[in-house]
């Protein structure tokens, strides 16, 4: 079974544009939406320190958030140390179709963020040490509405929320002074509830009512290498590598429609992709109180592969390498400790482009930061995060220019045995 559309608002875009490819490529491309991963964008920064510094921690990480960014970087870590995380996030929604502006729409909620436990190993000559953490590492939740006006309007919007998760198994050994090694396993899991509705008329002006729901359950494999080299006592390098990732989605989709044609449609189907290796490189620079960090990485969605799920999976790869791009994530921070105080201030910047090229993006999505950390009791560290971002892009379909807005806040609270 061939795998449902994902963006059914969109789809006469994509056949719009499909027309205007030549003959031969038409027989060879799938429609692009058949191929439209959510996976592939909107990140979610593990960790209260990491979301307040822009998530610049190839190099910087400190805490047991380093499972995820860079598991060589554990080994700063030499006391016993739990932690868990509480996100909030608001989302808005603002359509503009034929300059003709709907009202902003607006979506809140509030979930775990993540959990860690990290375990130094004693040992006569380096340092060791093992860690276990669950992180929300990428957010499902979208909000989208569109109102044509008129005397007979179309409305219609999008509803998505669900989260990926994963579960890492790792640790970090020193290998000499200055350098460290790490190693992580990180198994997925996760659900993306999407749901498409419009209310429209037909041509005899009678109303039609139309709903489809989709739910994606997600499980996959992954996992990565880092290390870790302290050139200077001020200037630290990290490096991590990303295994590629065994994705699974078993997809559950249900259509309806109430009025002329009423129709109602229930469908199964399963398949199964790849991601490419990833890879990071991360610095930090550090001047008495002052902290600087910076990371870049790399991913080449063109070798996004599908292994099952498709009648012809060459046609569905010669897709994703027409649709997708490779991308580069730009992260930076800084973090000044007010020693009086026992208080670090935070800020960070970061930017996430979208590898689909399915939709025209005008803006892509980048994401201002700002964060601080209290010890309170020696024992008990709190940080806050928020992040504050924003992107712009197109849909042919409905001759719209959409802007959606991103707040989160986050708290992760760590608790060390000494």
């Known amino acids: 079974m061939s795998k449902p559309t994902l963006r059914t608002c969109a789809v006469a875009a994509i056949m719009l544009l499909t027309c205007l490819l030549s003959t031969s490529m038409a027989q060879q491309l799938l429609d692009p939406l058949d191929v439209y991963e959510p996976a592939t964008e909107n990140q979610f920064l ?23 960014y860079n598991p060589a970087l554990l080994t700063r870590i030499r006391n016993t140390e739990l932690s868990g995380t509480l996100s909030h996030q608001r989302l808005s929604n603002t359509t503009a179709i034929l300059r003709r502006e709907s009202p902003e729409v607006k ?13 130094p190993v004693p040992a006569e000559q380096g340092g060791l040490t093992l860690g276990f953490s669950v992180n929300r590492v990428r957010s499902f939740d979208r909000i989208f509405r569109y109102d044509t006006g008129g005397a007979f309007p179309t409305r219609a919007g999008e509803d998505e929320n669900g989260s990926l998760w994963a579960w890492s198994f790792g640790g970090g050994v020193e290998v000499s002074p200055k350098a460290s090694l790490g190693l992580s396993i990180d198994i997925f899991d996760g659900t993306d509830n999407y749901s498409y509705f419009e209310d429209s008329y037909s041509q005899f002006n009678q109303p039609i009512s139309y709903t489809h729901n989709i739910v994606d359950e997600y499980t996959g494999i992954s996992g990565k290498v880092g290390a870790s ?3 200077s006592n001020e200037l630290n390098l990290g490096v991590v590598i990303g295994f590629p990732s065994s994705i699974t989605i078993d997809q559950t989709s249900d259509e309806f429609q109430d009025g002329p044609g009423a129709f109602e449609d229930h469908n199964v189907a399963s398949y199964k992709y790849t991601l490419p290796f990833s ?29 099952s799920g498709f009648p012809d999976l060459t046609r569905a ?36 482009p979208i590898p689909f090229n399915g939709f025209p993006v005008e803006t892509e999505p980048h994401y201002f930061t700002l ?42 609270v760590s608790y060390r045995i000494k």
């Not at 490189?281 to 080449?300: K, N, R, V």
């Not at 930076?332 to 026992?342: H, M, N, P, Q, T």
């Not at 709190?382 to 959606?404: N, W």
């Open 317 to 352: 790869n010669m897709t994703v390498m027409e649709y997708y791009n490779d991308v580069l994530n730009y992260h930076i921070g800084a973090e000044y400790l007010v020693r009086s105080a026992d208080l670090r201030l935070r800020a960070g910047y970061f930017s996430q």
């Open 107 to 119: 979506l809140n909620n509030t979930s775990l963020g993540g959990l860690w436990a990290i375990f």
């Open 229 to 231: 080299y302290q050139a």
């Open 46 to 68: 593990p960790g209260g320190r990491a979301a307040g510094m822009g998530g610049a921690q190839i190099a910087a990480g400190d805490d047991g958030s380093a499972l995820w």
């Open 371 to 412: 964060g601080a950390g209290v010890l309170v009791e020696k024992t008990f560290n709190v940080d806050l995060a928020f992040m504050t971002g924003s992107f712009e892009r197109e849909d042919p379909a409905i001759r719209s220019t959409e802007k959606y807005d991103t707040q989160r806040v986050l708290m992760t």
């Open 279 to 307: 890879f990071g490189l991360g610095a930090m620079l550090h001047i008495e109180d002052l902290t600087f960090s910076g990371d870049i990485s790399y991913f080449d969605y063109t070798q996004l592969k599908y292994k």
